[in-house]
Nanobody, 121 residues
Framework: QVQLVESGGGLVQPGGSLTLSCKASGSIFSINVMGWYRQTPGKERELVAIITSRGSTNYADSVKGRFTISRDNAKNTVYLQMNSLKPEDTAVYYC???????????????WGQGTQVTVSS
């Protein structure tokens, strides 16, 4: 079984910073795209940022210039550095990854349990 575990969420004032971490563990052959999504009550989950196995990145327009996604392939870990946080960034942040458990297998999409980020004065 494969698990994704997020950490690093918490309460921060507007303009502050937080770094989220998500580590994949279990039977893993390779990890393709990894990403971060967020969700607030009553709204659908939205893409925040994604990063490919080779380091190419894409960001939601709302976080460009403020958030940075990165990964450590040796540690099966993806990070999200969040700077200049705004109240509208408040959400549960979920880690997502496409993971192959064996050679030549089709990647399967996995989700973490989420970590709460609250931006408030």
């Amino acid at each position: 079984q494969v698990q994704l575990v997020e950490s690093g969420g918490g309460l921060v004032q507007p303009g502050g910073s937080l770094t989220l971490s998500c580590k994949a563990s279990g039977s893993i052959f390779s990890i393709n795209v990894m990403g971060w999504y967020r969700q607030t009550p009553g709204k659908e989950r939205e893409l925040v940022a994604i990063i490919t196995s080779r380091g190419s990145t894409n960001y939601a327009d709302s976080v460009k210039g403020r958030f940075t996604i990165s990964r450590d392939n040796a540690k099966n870990t993806v990070y999200l550095q969040m700077n200049s946080l705004k109240p509208e960034d408040t959400a549960v942040y979920y880690c997502n990854a496409d993971i192959s458990v064996r050679i030549a297998s089709v990647p399967y999409n996995y989700w973490g349990q989420g970590t709460q980020v609250t931006v408030s004065s």
